[in-house]
């Protein structure tokens, strides 16, 4: 049997949510456990557009048998009109053996944003990513206000899960408080995997 890993899974456009997988595989790291980056293609209108097995750059897609044999899993989206997006909700909607099985059951989940605007849905984002973990059975995680950056951001950060603020543009950086909130969250669902394994 290989060792336990946190599944970071998640879809970025434009590298904000990307950026927030890596400080949230980093707070995993910092448990020992191995932090296992995965995300989903996009989706296209063109019906006969089809994304390449592996991706040209990046993580690469994450296949059930990643989601299955997982620890735990960090789930992350781009808000969409306060929700994930499609490619992310495409690639659960597909996930139904493994609801069938109840191969999620019982293992710690968090979940995390990125959005254009400060009020642009990020609470109503994370809690309709957490309604599949749900229904699979997973135990949600999420950020309790002991982490002192959750009382002191002025960007992203909710007791739901990571959040960030990324500018109409897509091009603010993660603040000092956002990289710690999604550090702590990794470093918690990691955490509580062993202790689930234990």
Known sequence: MSAPYILVLYYSRNGSTNEMARQIAR??????????????PAISTECEAVSPDIPDEGALYASLDDLKNCAGLALGSPTRFGNMAAPLKYFLDGTSNLWLTGALVGKPAGVFTSTASLHGGQETTLLSMMLPLLHHGMLITGLPYSESALLET???????????????DGKLGLNEHEVALCRALGLRLAKTAQKLES
């Not at 707070?27 to 989903?40: D, I, N, P, Y």
């Not at 960007?155 to 603020?165: F, I, K, L, R, V």
């Open 27 to 40: 707070g995993v790291e910092q448990a020992g456990l191995e932090a296992r980056l995965r995300t989903v």
């Open 154 to 168: 002025r960007g992203g950060g909710t007791p739901y899960g990571a959040s960030h603020h990324a500018g109409a």
